[in-house]
C-alpha cells in the first residue's frame, strides 16, 4: 500500500435523524507503529447500529456527529506499522472493537474489558461501515482461512454471547435464554454446544422463536401468551433453571427472571435496560443466594480464545443465525429488517464498484 491517503465511501451518521448516509471519505494510510490497516470484507450489523439508524435518546447522548459507523468486521491487513510482530500483511482478521488504554487499573490486572478509558469503533470514532479501517494490531485476531467468510465478522457479537454463558458453568444444567435476538440466538447455540441439559428460549417475536427451535433449543416461550414463571417452573419441578442469559434489556422480562432462576443460581445480564428495575432483594437475591453477573462485551483476551475454539469445533449453526447478507450499499434496508425482528444476524458485504 504506498498511497499516502485513500479515498473511499462510508456509511456515516451526519444527520440528527433516522437513516445513514453515504460521503467520500479520505484516510491517510500513515500508521502508528502499533497500528495496522485493514481493508473490510464482512461487516455485519447490530444492535447498537440500529440505534445510531433511528438516532434514539441514547445516540444523542453519546455520538458526536459526523461519525462512520459500524463496529463488527472482518479484513485483510494490507499495511502494518513498525513495531507490529502480532499480526503480518496477508492476514484474514476479525477485531476486537473495544479499544482499551492498556494502562488503567482494569488493564493492568487483566480487566481490559472494563477499561475506564474504552473506546469503541463506530460509536467513539470512525467505525468499519467503509472500504478500510485502522486498527490497533492488539485489537486484531488471526483466523483460519478455512472458516466461512460470513461467519468472520460476527465473531465479535458471538464474544457477548459466549462471555454471557461462560461465566456460569452451565453443563448438564437448565439454562434460560431471555431474548432471542442476534446475540440470544447464539446464546441458545453457546449454551447447547457446551453442554446445557436443557435450554429454555423466551422471546416474543415468531421469527426468532422458531429460529431458536431451529438451532436446538428444548422448550420456547412467547412471554405474550404464556406465564413465563409459571411455566419454567413446571418444567423444573418448582425449583427453576441454574442459569439466565439476559439479553433482552426487557424490565418485565428481567424482573420476572428473578422468580425463575434456582436458589444459588446464577444471572448473566448483557440486555441494557431503558426503565428503571424493581427487585425484591431479600426474597430474590439475598435468600436465594444466586450470583449476578453483569457482562461488558468480551474478555480481553480469554473470550476470543473461546469463540476461536468453538467457531473451529463445527459445533455452532452460524449459517441458520445469520439470515441475511446485503451489499454494505444497502444498510439502510438492513437496519429496516433489523427494526423488524424479522432476522437473526446479517452481514454487509462492501461492493467494489461504490468505492473504486
Not at 41 to 64: E, M, N, P, Q, V
Not at 94 to 114: D, K, N, Q, V
Not at 165 to 175: N, Q
Not at 249 to 272: D, H, R, V
Request: net charge negative; hydrophobic share 40%; aromatic share 8%.
Amino acid at each position: 500500500m504506498d498511497k499516502k491517503m485513500i479515498e473511499m465511501m462510508a456509511v456515516v451518521k451526519d444527520q440528527p435523524k433516522r437513516g445513514f448516509s453515504f460521503a467520500k471519505k479520505t484516510l491517510s494510510t500513515d500508521l502508528k507503529e502499533n497500528e495496522v490497516l485493514v481493508k473490510v470484507l464482512t461487516a455485519s450489523f447490530c444492535g447498537t447500529d440500529y440505534h445510531i439508524y433511528t438516532y434514539d435518546d441514547w445516540a444523542k447522548g453519546r455520538l458526536k456527529l459526523p461519525l462512520t459507523v459500524g463496529h463488527e468486521f472482518s479484513g485483510e491487513i494490507i499495511k502494518i506499522g513498525d513495531s507490529v510482530t502480532r499480526v503480518k500483511v496477508g492476514d484474514i482478521v476479525s477485531a476486537e472493537t473495544h479499544i482499551i488504554c492498556g494502562t488503567c487499573e482494569f488493564c493492568l490486572r487483566g480487566e481490559g474489558h472494563i477499561c475506564e478509558n474504552t473506546k469503541i469503533i463506530g460509536v467513539d470514532t470512525d467505525g468499519c461501515f467503509a472500504k478500510y479501517i485502522k486498527m490497533p494490531a492488539d485489537n486484531c485476531f488471526v483466523n483460519s482461512k478455512d472458516i466461512n467468510p460470513l461467519h468472520l465478522s460476527i465473531q465479535e457479537p458471538l464474544g457477548n454471547a459466549v462471555h454471557t454463558m461462560a461465566h456460569f458453568d452451565i453443563k448438564g444444567k437448565d439454562v434460560a435464554i431471555v431474548g432471542c435476538g442476534p446475540i440470544g440466538l447464539m446464546g441458545v447455540d453457546v449454551a447447547k454446544a457446551y453442554g446445557a441439559k436443557r435450554v429454555f428460549a423466551i422471546e416474543i417475536n415468531e421469527y426468532r422463536r422458531n429460529l431458536a427451535k431451529k438451532i436446538g433449543a428444548d422448550v420456547v416461550i412467547n412471554p405474550l401468551e404464556e406465564d413465563v414463571i409459571e411455566t419454567v417452573l413446571s418444567l423444573t419441578d418448582g425449583r427453576g433453571v441454574d442459569v439466565i442469559g439476559e439479553f433482552s434489556g426487557n424490565k418485565t422480562a428481567i424482573e420476572q427472571s428473578f422468580k425463575y432462576l434456582k436458589m444459588g443460581g446464577g444471572l448473566s445480564l448483557l440486555g441494557i435496560p431503558s426503565e428503571k428495575i424493581t427487585l425484591d432483594l431479600a426474597n430474590d437475591i439475598v435468600f436465594k443466594g444466586i450470583h449476578i453477573y453483569g457482562v461488558v462485551g468480551r474478555k480481553i483476551y480469554d473470550t476470543w480464545y473461546q469463540v476461536k475454539e468453538l467457531v473451529e469445533s463445527g459445533k455452532l449453526h452460524l449459517d441458520e443465525i445469520i439470515t441475511h447478507n446485503l451489499p454494505l450499499s444497502s444498510v439502510n434496508e438492513a437496519a429496516e429488517i433489523m427494526g423488524s425482528g424479522n432476522c437473526g444476524k446479517i452481514v454487509l458485504t462492501p461492493e467494489e464498484d461504490i468505492y473504486e
